[in-house]
């Protein structure tokens, strides 16, 4: 089946500073990418759709300049926490859709847990 | 507007025992519905789907799952649950108006106790 590589798995950073999480398709080809968040015990919270080569979609309540989403590539796509804050630790996980072969379902990162001291 | 019911939040069975998770959808025009599994600190994993065609579909791992389209359901089901099984899984449906939205449930955990 298609792989979706996320990294980093887990990252622990400070107060302030900006954190990027890299989510990759590394046999197919991602013309969209879902970025969730998901808090301890709770279902996914989509934040964003992006599509490859256009601005991402934010979700409502998503702060856009927040959470930099960049999808440069078809097997690229970059989430950015911008200076960081404790209440931003969560499991981030994204997701995507190969748009060539479109099975229907979406293939999962594994998942990047951010903890902000 | 689409969306997903997982109305338990947490399902125990016995090893060997046949496991059900529920999930009911809401959607207008035919849905898309999918399963996944989540283990503790990782991604969802695919499990199966329904798009169209016979309304028993089998996935990955023995599991299978029934659309009842009066019932607007899609429980997922196994005959003899493993330990190994214990895990949240997600029931999701695709949003149809073109944007790829998946809409997912609350989840279920699973406990299999042995």
């Known amino acids: 089946g298609a792989v979706v590589s996320q990294h980093p798995s887990r990252v622990i950073c400070k107060s302030g500073t900006s954190v990027k999480i890299e989510c990759r398709s590394l046999?197919?080809?991602?013309?969209?990418m879902f970025w969730y968040r998901q808090f301890p015990k709770q279902s996914l919270m989509l934040m964003a759709t992006?599509?490859?080569?256009?601005?991402?979609?934010?979700e409502q309540g998503v702060e856009k300049d927040k959470f930099l989403i960049n999808h440069a590539s078809l097997t690229l796509s970059t989430l950015t926490v911008t200076s960081a804050h404790p209440e931003d630790s969560s499991f981030y996980i994204c997701s995507a859709r190969d748009g060539l072969r479109n099975t229907g379902e979406l293939f999962f990162g594994e998942g990047s847990r951010l903890t902000v001291l | 507007a689409q969306s997903v019911a997982q109305p338990e939040d947490q399902v125990n069975v016995a090893e060997g025992n046949p496991l059900t998770v529920k999930c009911t959808y809401s959607v207008s025009g035919n849905p898309y519905l999918f399963w996944y599994v989540q283990y503790p600190n990782r991604g969802l994993q695919f499990l199966l789907k329904y798009i169209t065609g016979d309304n028993l579909v089998k996935g990955s791992y023995g599991f299978e799952a029934e659309f009842n389209k009066s019932q607007t359901s899609f429980h997922l089901k196994k005959p003899s649950a493993l330990v190994s099984d214990s895990a949240l899984y997600f029931c999701?449906?695709?949003?149809?108006?073109?944007?790829?939205?998946?809409?997912f449930g609350t989840g279920t955990r699973l406990k299999v106790l042995a």
């Open positions: 999701a449906v695709r949003d149809m108006a073109g944007t790829y939205k998946y809409i």
């Open positions: 992006s599509n490859e080569g256009s601005k991402a979609t934010y």
């Open positions: 046999d197919f080809q991602a013309t969209t």
